[in-house]
């Protein structure tokens, strides 16, 4: 390849003997802009292709994942793990819905904070169920996971029973303090 430079170096006279035809760098010069032209708009198409791709890949997992999705994934309860726990299931779902309308019942009033701190107690404890379900879903046969399954039914009956313990002594006092104001204004 050396060679071949030195040799057009050296010749280079004899290379610069002719000269291109009158017009010829107007139109080279008129050539390069339209090639740049096209570049850009087959950079643009490129660029407004991948946006609409993009943004149907998005749309798209965005319904797999808030609709069809849900549909699919319904996590397993205690009953899914056997029908001999099936009707430890429904008592326990039983006995927390009544201490929940029991909860709802003393917490009317006054006591809306108390019903506010209850329900956030709650959602505490819910999300640890759906941790329970998720173990559940990854080992249907897990004797430990039914368990903490069972623990959690029952630890929650044991709140809520304290909590409607609480509230009903909340009241009492409530009665008496009131009971009290009206003897010393009467």
Not at 7 to 32: C, S, V, W
Not at 33 to 49: C, D, G, M, V
Not at 125 to 138: A, C, G, I, K, P
């Amino acid at each position: 390849m050396n060679s071949l430079e030195d040799y057009i170096k050296q010749n280079r006279a004899a290379f610069d003997t002719q000269e291109p035809p009158e017009g010829h760098m107007d139109r080279f010069l008129n050539r390069l802009p339209k090639q740049k032209n096209k570049t850009i708009l087959y950079l643009r198409t490129i660029a407004a292709a991948a946006v609409v791709t993009l943004l149907v890949t998005l749309s798209g997992l965005y319904v797999y994942d808030n609709w069809i999705n849900d549909q699919k994934s319904v996590l397993p309860t205690l009953a899914d793990a056997g029908t001999e726990y099936a009707e430890a299931e429904a008592y326990f779902i039983s006995t927390i819905n009544h201490h929940e309308q029991m909860i709802d019942q003393l917490s009317e009033g006054d006591l809306q904070q108390e019903r506010e701190q209850f329900k956030q107690e709650m959602k505490v404890m819910d999300s640890l169920y759906v941790q329970l379900q998720h173990d559940l879903q990854t080992n249907p046969d897990d004797p430990r996971v039914i368990n903490a399954m069972i623990n959690h039914y029952q630890i929650r009956i044991k709140v809520m029973q304290r909590i409607v313990v609480q509230l009903k002594d909340a009241r009492k006092l409530k009665t008496h303090k009131t009971q009290e104001n009206e003897k010393i204004y009467v």
